[in-house]
């Protein structure tokens, strides 16, 4: 874990290592992909945007399906922003916790969408608890595979604040 920790903080200086960065970040916590979303209130039509994705799903469809489903995407972060414990730590929670009703949450068009492409279950993870709406970590699994288990969300708990230092790091860069 110390390597990927070290190649995480790499990324800050050399935005090119994102990706790869990513890749490993899907590797060690056994999802098929991640993206980094930042906001930017001052794109009037996109109010945020793909900063940084893993290798493993096209950035094209990552693109058209955030320009698609921007409105549910939006619902669906506030939602997560409501269940957050009220502690300074970042935390990963997956759909299963930010949902009463996990069957009606399949039943969304921007599920469904993700479930064409083989994905399903969810993690997010808000990378600045004092503004929630900066960076946004999300990782999606594989359609057969079920939920994150506690023992992968813990072990993502461990990477996610050098994550969020990171990116702060990078971002005067």
């Not at 930042?38 to 893993?54: C, K, L, R, W, Y």
């Not at 969020?164 to 860069?173: E, F, N, Q, V």
Request: hydrophobic fraction near 40%; proline fraction near 5%; include cysteine.
């Amino acid at each position: 874990m110390n390597e990927l920790i070290h190649a995480i903080y790499d990324a800050a200086i050399d935005p090119k290592l994102w990706p790869n960065v990513l890749d490993r970040l899907v590797i060690a916590s056994g999802a098929y992909s991640c993206a980094i979303f930042e906001s930017d209130e001052n794109v009037g039509t996109m109010p945020f945007q793909i900063a940084h994705v893993s290798n493993t799903f096209p950035i094209h469809e990552f693109k058209n399906y955030a320009l698609q489903y921007q409105g549910l995407e939006t619902v669906e972060r506030s939602l997560a922003k409501s269940v957050l414990s009220a502690s300074d730590e970042i935390e990963a929670i997956s759909d299963e916790q930010v949902y009463d009703d996990y069957e009606e949450f399949l039943k969304q068009p921007n599920v469904k969408s993700m479930m064409e492409f083989g994905l399903r279950h969810r993690v997010i993870a808000f990378l600045n608890k004092d503004n929630l709406d900066l960076s946004q970590f999300t990782l999606q699994y594989a359609d057969g595979r079920g939920p994150a288990t506690a023992e992968e969300l813990k072990n993502l708990n461990v990477l996610l604040p050098h994550l969020a230092k990171s990116l702060d790091l990078s971002r005067p860069a």
